[in-house]
């Protein structure tokens, strides 16, 4: 009996101990040569929700996937802690899980991308480096509530920074800085992102807003159930075009985007224009405002059709110095309207010449937010696409321009890294 006793007494004093350790709260699981873990992806793969896995400074030659929702992966250091693709690997971080934070890392020399999230709802980006990808640094497609910042992305074919192919993405790029990029930011058949405290330079574009003629029909429907983006075909009663539209852009720096570099993709074969501050391109809805854009060769701002025509743009409030033009729109689309830019020291102040200027107070657009209305009030425009090129309309062509600019011999000065 006395020793059924002990036994009953052991049983309930090791009781509240495992319910301790099941409950013991976040980890943080360490990755260094004598740390808990020798490789990234093995401490990833061990981590629970909410734990942080911790990166010691060093080289590690690996392409890591992360599947686990709310982890946290830091590095001690953003310059010391160096993911190195060896030219070979595709990506440094493919993330499908959400919640998911990346941090104080270096991304470099890997074939497609530097950090990449797909399908998920929460995102963060934050104190990165991506340098010498082969396509994109950072990037997010088909994911919401997102952020990007405190990051530098340099030496990529397509973007420095992508969020893409997202309905009601309610993201945020912000306090980055971008050169020597194709692009420095690319947003491509999405929805309301904020674009903020930015330096972009020496890309060959500075920001780019678009959708690109292979998202026609781009999966960008939302979960009905308010979760992440589903898979599928076009959004049900949605025009089929993967539209942009309602971004914001506003506070940045964009200035001598006149770098000749390397493009991949589709930029590789259609060779755009070199020497772009921002760019609308079938864009919808947009809010450009409160920019210093300067010394970019070919334009300031310009607003042009691809895939869709350019609709209920606002272009306000810019400072805009250096170039050709400070504004050039190809004149399609309706509804665009401009007011109070500065525009200095160019050679043409607006191509055309007169600029639709605002009839409405700031942001009345007339197009509404509601997903289920862009069908009805792309089909009020007149002028789509195909009816356009069809009927010989006399537009003129953003390809028509002079792609041949003097670029200048040694790479601009940034606002700091």
Not at 354 to 381: E, T
Request: hydrophobic share 35%.
């Amino acid at each position: 009996m006395t020793r059924a006793l002990l036994a009953l007494a052991a049983a309930l004093l090791l009781l509240p101990l495992g319910l301790h350790a099941s409950a013991a709260g976040p980890r943080t699981l360490t990755v260094s040569p004598t740390g808990d873990y020798h490789t990234i992806q093995a401490a990833v793969d061990a981590a629970s929700p909410g734990d942080t896995v911790l990166v010691a400074p060093g080289v590690y030659q690996e392409a890591v996937s992360v599947s686990t929702p709310d982890v946290t992966i830091r590095g001690e250091d953003r310059e010391g802690v160096v993911l190195d693709g060896g030219e070979a690997l595709g990506n440094a971080f493919t993330v499908t899980a959400d919640g998911v934070t990346l941090a104080s890392m270096t991304a470099q020399h890997y074939a497609s991308n530097g950090f990449v999230f797909t399908r998920v709802d929460g995102c963060r980006f934050d104190d990165l480096h991506a340098k010498d990808n082969g396509e994109y640094g950072l990037y997010a497609v088909h994911s919401r509530h997102c952020v990007m910042e405190n990051s530098l992305a340099e030496g990529h074919g397509d973007s420095g920074f992508y969020l893409g192919e997202t309905v009601d993405c309610d993201c945020d790029v912000q306090d980055n800085v971008g050169w020597n990029n194709m692009l420095g930011y690319s947003g491509t058949a999405n929805s309301h992102i904020r674009i903020h405290g930015n330096d972009f330079f020496w890309n060959r574009a500075g920001i780019l807003l678009s959708v690109l003629p292979d998202e026609m029909g781009a999966d960008v429907c939302p979960d009905p159930a308010g979760g992440s983006p589903a898979p599928g075909d076009a959004c049900p009663g949605v025009t089929p075009y993967g539209l942009q539209t309602r971004t914001e852009v506003y506070g940045n720096h964009v200035h001598d985007n006149n770098n000749h570099t390397r493009a991949t993709g589709l930029f590789a074969t259609v060779h755009p224009p070199v020497g772009e501050g921002i760019v609308i391109s079938g864009g919808w809805n947009d809010d450009v405002h409160d920019n210093l854009v300067e010394d970019n060769h070919l334009w300031g701002v310009g607003i042009f059709w691809l895939t869709t025509p350019p609709r209920g743009n606002f272009v306000h409030d810019n400072q805009i110095s250096g170039g050709r033009y400070g504004i050039w729109w190809d004149e399609q689309g309706e509804d665009h309207c401009f007011a109070n830019n500065a525009i200095t020291d160019v050679r043409v102040a607006s191509d055309p010449a007169v600029l639709p200027s605002c009839p409405g107070p700031a942001g009345d657009l007339p197009c509404p937010a509601a997903l289920s209305d862009y069908a009805a009030c792309r089909a009020n425009d007149a002028r789509a696409p195909s009816a356009a090129k069809d009927a010989g309309l006399a537009w003129r062509s953003y390809w028509d321009l002079d792609p041949s600019q003097d670029a200048p011999a040694t790479k601009p000065t940034g606002d700091g890294a």
